[in-house]
């Protein structure tokens, strides 16, 4: 069973017709982006699941950095050199090395990370320092790198070298510095952007350390491609999520809620939540003019959000698309009937399950999605497991590039967070 995508938002035939006609010259770079090896272009994120080279790299430095006595890898990025890492470890809870990561600069973590790092080699126990920077000039990547380096240079001063892996461009200055240090260097290629490189080695590395079968990951990410790269219109989920998003913006929905119906995938959300924000969010369009388009993603979770949130999306303003995310469920948990009186309270929990308790849930919120006619689609993984979550990255990276070309935006540049970047620098060189 493989993923399933079914598109309830009223995309007609002659809507998807049209969308195919104007994206049928960008569907044709897609695909020569996904066989190109040298990732000479912004799209060539899509070559990163084929790419055997980088798989075979990424496992020897993890032979080489990681032993039996190994017991965390420390994920040193922020933004996308650590989103889409986060979302497949979170979502799968592997059984190897524990991944931690720092994304962002808090005192109190960055202490507590120290003396885990004496505390563990004076228990004979090794941790692993693994840098994810693509310019290697990060402000906050920075000073989190440095404080740990500093606290592994104290805990191994002879060898500390042999702790750390760097995720960065070639040729990069932080490139410079491991190649000076004879520290492990992985690639990040120029024209893989942080929030589309999950399937690079800024992913696997971490993952890999971690007991995540990046094999099946690559192999879920190359069945999107087969279906939204070179399938038909009617098979090309991303093609019609695309499409229905970019409908659901020309009748003024400004909003995206990815609803997730399984706590595990939060994570993901907040990757996708990235990825849409910051390759759609643009000030001026790909010829320069002042538009400030942008769809804001929001996530959220079923069903807790359902006692949250789910008021204003049903009663409030018609602003918002979904996309509802659902996970088939192997293990299930059957509602004891622990005494008369407890029971009579939800009598129709009588003889069910957690999971058809939460099926029935989850009919019951896009029934109200349907009697108001509010637009939403829905996507099933089948499973929890690296194919299904490769699969479902990859797709919705297709389907960010094919919206921004829909919009007439560059989905791979962010020339406003730099702005921010350069205004911090310059108040940091006044002392």
């Known amino acids: 069973m493989q993923f399933n995508y079914k598109n309830t938002a009223g995309i007609s035939a002659q809507d998807l017709s049209a969308t195919t006609k104007r994206l049928a010259s960008y569907l044709r770079t897609l695909q020569s982006a996904s066989q190109d090896r040298s990732y000479s272009t912004d799209e060539t994120s899509l070559a990163a699941p084929h790419d055997a080279a980088v798989r075979k790299r990424v496992k020897a430095v993890c032979r080489d950095v990681c032993s039996s006595k190994t017991v965390e890898v420390m994920v040193v990025g922020i933004g996308g050199s650590s989103l889409g890492t986060r979302a497949v470890y979170d979502a799968l809870k592997p059984k190897g090395v524990a991944l931690s990561f720092f994304d962002t600069v808090y005192v109190p973590d960055l202490q507590n990370a120290a003396r885990r790092i004496r505390d563990t080699f004076k228990q004979k126990r090794e941790i692993v320092i693994n840098v994810v920077s693509k310019s290697g000039t990060t402000n906050e990547t920075v000073?989190?790198?440095?404080?740990?380096?500093?606290?592994?240079?104290?805990?191994?001063?002879?060898?500390?070298?042999?702790?750390?892996?760097?995720?960065?461009?070639?040729?990069?200055?932080?490139?410079?510095?491991?190649?000076?240090q004879g520290i492990h260097s992985l690639p990040n290629p120029p024209h893989v952007g942080g929030r589309y490189s999950v399937m690079s080695a800024v992913g696997l590395f971490p993952l890999q350390c971690a007991g995540v079968d990046i094999d099946e990951l690559h192999k879920g990410a190359r069945r999107a491609q087969k279906k939204c790269l070179f399938g038909k219109p009617t098979e090309n989920y991303a093609l019609q999520s695309a499409a229905m998003l970019y409908r659901a913006m020309k009748k003024g929905k400004i909003i995206e809620n990815l609803f997730i119906f399984n706590p595990g995938l939060e994570e993901v959300?907040?990757?996708?939540?990235?990825?849409?924000?910051?390759?759609?969010?643009?000030?001026?369009?790909?010829?320069?003019?002042?538009?400030?388009?942008?769809?804001?993603?929001?996530?959220?979770?079923?069903?807790?959000?359902?006692?949250?949130?789910?008021?204003?999306?049903?009663?409030?303003?018609?602003?918002?698309?979904?996309?509802?995310?659902?996970?088939?469920?192997?293990?299930?948990?059957?509602?004891?009937?622990?005494?008369?009186?407890?029971?009579?309270?939800?009598?129709?929990?009588?003889?069910?399950?957690?999971?058809?308790?939460?099926?029935?849930?989850?009919?019951?919120?896009?029934?109200?999605?349907?009697?108001?006619?509010?637009?939403?689609?829905?996507?099933?993984?089948?499973?929890?497991?690296?194919?299904?979550?490769?699969?479902?990255l990859q797709f919705k990276m297709i389907q960010t590039m094919l919206l921004g070309k829909l919009m007439g935006v560059n989905a791979f540049d962010q020339p406003n967070v730099e702005e921010y970047k350069k205004i911090t620098r310059r108040i940091l060189s006044r002392s």
């Not at 404080?147 to 892996?165: E, H, P, S």
């Not at 490139?175 to 000076?180: G, I, L, M, T, Y």
């Not at 896009?366 to 637009?375: D, E």
């Open 269 to 392: 959300g907040k990757w996708y939540r990235q990825l849409l924000a910051e390759s759609l969010g643009k000030e001026h369009d790909a010829r320069g003019r002042e538009v400030h388009a942008g769809l804001t993603p929001i996530v959220s979770v079923g069903s807790v959000d359902l006692h949250s949130t789910a008021q204003l999306y049903l009663g409030g303003p018609d602003d918002k698309c979904t996309t509802f995310v659902w996970l088939s469920s192997g293990q299930d948990v059957r509602i004891p009937n622990v005494d008369a009186r407890l029971a009579a309270l939800v009598p129709e929990l009588k003889r069910k399950t957690i999971n058809e308790l939460m099926e029935a849930i989850y009919e019951g919120t896009k029934g109200s999605y349907k009697k108001r006619g509010l637009l939403f689609a829905e996507a099933v993984l089948p499973e929890l497991s690296e194919a299904a979550l490769g699969e479902f």
């Open 143 to 180: 000073a989190n790198a440095r404080v740990l380096i500093d606290a592994l240079k104290r805990a191994r001063k002879k060898d500390w070298q042999r702790f750390m892996v760097v995720t960065t461009e070639p040729g990069s200055l932080l490139d410079q510095w491991a190649s000076e």
